[in-house]
């Protein structure tokens, strides 16, 4: 069984979700002998090419992030350095506190 999908998330996959939740709804018992598989199939074959998709994005964002960063930290001084690396430390202290 699939979670509940958001729309937003997996635009291409929207059809083939309301497809099978009609065959689910249409063969009530069927459905347990696999009358609606091949749709659910599709359905997962499509779920996984559009996570692997926004995977993909992701990892693009994310090395720009941390390229972005890497050259502030470049740009930073010792001293700038060492008083940010003691800030991180810190927050991590309290955040540890909380929990």
Avoid: T, Y
Wanted: proline letters at 2%; glycine letters at 4%.
């Amino acid at each position: 069984m699939h979670p509940a999908l958001a729309d937003h998330l997996n635009p291409g996959c929207v059809e083939l979700a309301e497809r099978l939740h009609a065959c689910h709804v249409e063969h009530k018992w069927a459905k347990f002998f696999g009358k609606c598989n091949a749709l659910s199939e599709a359905l997962n074959q499509c779920l996984g090419s559009e996570f692997e998709v926004r995977r993909k994005k992701q990892l693009v964002e994310a090395r720009a992030r941390r390229a972005r960063i890497e050259a502030k930290w470049r740009e930073m001084s010792d001293d700038d350095r060492e008083h940010a690396a003691f800030e991180r430390m810190e927050q991590e202290r309290r955040r540890e506190k909380r929990e």
